[in-house]
């Protein structure tokens, strides 16, 4: 059985007079594709910003490997494990692809300003390991003919890779993915599902994810956790989310359910 990652316990997030994220508890296991879902608005950025350090919650605990991580700020959180990619993507556009992701090695190399202003045998020896590395995560991302080109000008789904391959290069042990498919097509959401399913069995990594795209969810999760109005109303297995009540109701509205069900009834006839 896999060992628990990440445990949030009664974390809640207010803005004002709004709880984005209401009591919500939380455990995802290691080597696991564990979805956070739900309807628009249901708090899951926020949740991930309390994971990933950006914000910090009003109450509640996140513990990593189970060592408390409230508080912490991003870069710390990011230096232990955990990385993230976000719903707009956030890659420094006028750089190559394989600068972007030589960025995601920073924390890797030991030269300091006065090194690269000389030049020093250390400044040499890490720039030429961090092209060697950033280049393997290109080829992992199928992104190795698109080195030297500007990120800015790459095509979207693209640009979406090299996200995950600037992440991959800080190796994370948990990668929290916000809506990796939106704005794809098809054929570049298979290749993100692929891709996502390939970073938990080749390396191990922890997925998290954020996720609309229901059959993408549906296809590679191990666990599913549903938010509604910053409360965490259903989890489980796939199966078990598909036909749960109250995650249809969620996303379909009162009588969603029954909906759901009589439409099921005619598909079978």
């Known amino acids: 059985m896999s060992a628990e990652i990440i445990t949030a316990h009664n974390v809640t997030k207010v803005f004002g007079g709004l709880t984005a994220v209401d009591e919500i ?24 910003n309390c994971l990933s350090g950006y914000y910090t919650p009003e109450n509640g605990e996140v513990f ?24 707009n993507i956030r890659l420094f556009s006028s750089l190559t692809a394989i600068e972007n992701v030589m960025v995601g090695l ?21 720039e030429k390991h961090a092209l060697i590395e950033a280049s393997h995560w290109l080829d992992f991302v199928g992104l190795i003919g698109c080195a030297d080109a500007v990120a800015g000008s790459l095509p979207y789904g693209a640009q979406r890779r090299l ?30 599902t692929a891709l996502i399913r390939q970073m938990r069995d080749d390396f191990g990594i922890t997925i998290i994810l954020i996720e609309h795209d229901m059959h993408v969810v549906m296809e590679i999760s ?19 989310i598909q036909s ?17 069900q009589k439409f099921k009834r005619k598909t079978r006839k």
């Open 25 to 48: 508890d939380l455990v995802v296991k290691e080597k696991t594709i564990h979805s956070i879902i739900g309807p628009n608005g249901a708090g899951k950025t926020t949740f991930f």
């Open 244 to 260: 749960n009540a109250r995650v249809i109701e969620a996303y379909l509205g009162p009588g969603g359910a029954a909906l759901a």
């Open 64 to 87: 990593y490997c189970g060592q408390s991580i409230r508080g912490r700020g991003t870069h710390e959180i990011a230096t232990l494990g955990i990385l993230r990619t976000y719903q």
């Open 106 to 126: 920073h924390h890797s190399l030991h030269e300091t300003w006065i090194d690269a202003v000389l030049h020093t045998r250390r400044y040499q020896k890490d």
């Open 222 to 240: 191990d666990f599913i956790s549903v938010l509604d109005f910053g409360k965490k109303i259903a989890e489980g297995i796939p199966s078990e």
């Open 163 to 192: 996200e995950i391959a600037r992440a991959l290069a800080g190796k994370p042990r948990v990668l929290l993915l916000d809506e990796p498919t939106a704005g794809m097509n098809p054929q570049e959401t298979l290749e993100m």
